[in-house]
């Protein structure tokens, strides 16, 4: 389940009105409330910080219920980071992966939960955005490892900007992928997918990138595939995370025009 704010409700599954799982308390002395239909059902205090058991009686039996969960003191993310880079923001406590479920989850790896940093950028302006952006992805960009294929790529793109359009092997093979699947009547859609703005500007009104989008709309002679270009299709780059990847709020958003495009 991850992270949480240090105020939050969440659905529970419950052994006859009881609950028994586990959270972990970042400071030692910590008070947690579980409350339920906005009575107070336990309050305790750890001593210590770790993974700990938190057990709550909700009366009647129930098998399931909306609890509300408050802490008193929230940790910071650079506590939970300390190589973090950006806007600092508070969480609360963590949960284990499988809270107030019963199930275990089994075969995850491709399927994306709704966590606490998929909505973080929502709250920002668009400039605290813009300086979170930079900060996390290229400040330090010489000695942080983990962003060089980013760092690399932006510098890249600020390049292209002053050139002329020339296909590489990966162009090439698109070109091939399209003609074989065109001649054994199988439909093509291709799509230019939204870029993060803070990244498009860079080159999206640049000769290379107009002879880019016509290099793709032209891949077949007699054009019977489909092509849509959807650079700036998201206007907001807070739908970002990086230059392409986009936050769960906004993927469900584009699963929905993509799924329009295939019918």
Partial sequence: QGWTNQEFEIPCELDSGKLYSLIRISHPNTKITVLHARKIMKQVIYKQRGWVNLAVDIPGNKSHAI?????????????????????????????????CRHKKDRDIAYSRGDFIDEHRFEKMSLQEYRND???????????????????????????????????????????????KALQNNIEVVLVNNPENPLELGLYGDST?????LVYLEELSSDKSYKFYDLRDYLKDPRSFID????????????????MQLLK
């Avoid at 290379?208 to 880019?212: A, L, M, Q, S």
């Avoid at 230059?243 to 993509?258: D, F, G, I, N, R």
Wanted: proline residues 7%.
């Fill in 133 to 179: 952006y930079y900060e996390r992805l290229y400040r330090d960009a010489p000695i942080r490892p983990e962003t060089a294929r980013m760092n690399m790529l932006h510098q890249r793109k600020q390049a292209l900007a002053g050139e002329k359009f020339q296909p590489w092997i990966e162009f090439a093979y698109l070109k091939k992928g399209v003609a």
């Fill in 67 to 99: 609890l509300k969960i408050v802490t008193d003191k929230p940790v910071l993310s650079n506590m939970v980071n300390p190589r973090q880079y950006g806007k600092k923001y508070t969480y609360g406590i963590r949960l284990s992966q499988n809270f």
């Fill in 243 to 258: 230059p392409h990847h986009l936050t769960l709020p906004a993927s469900h958003k584009m699963t929905e025009v993509y």
């Fill in 208 to 212: 290379w990138y107009k002879e880019y």
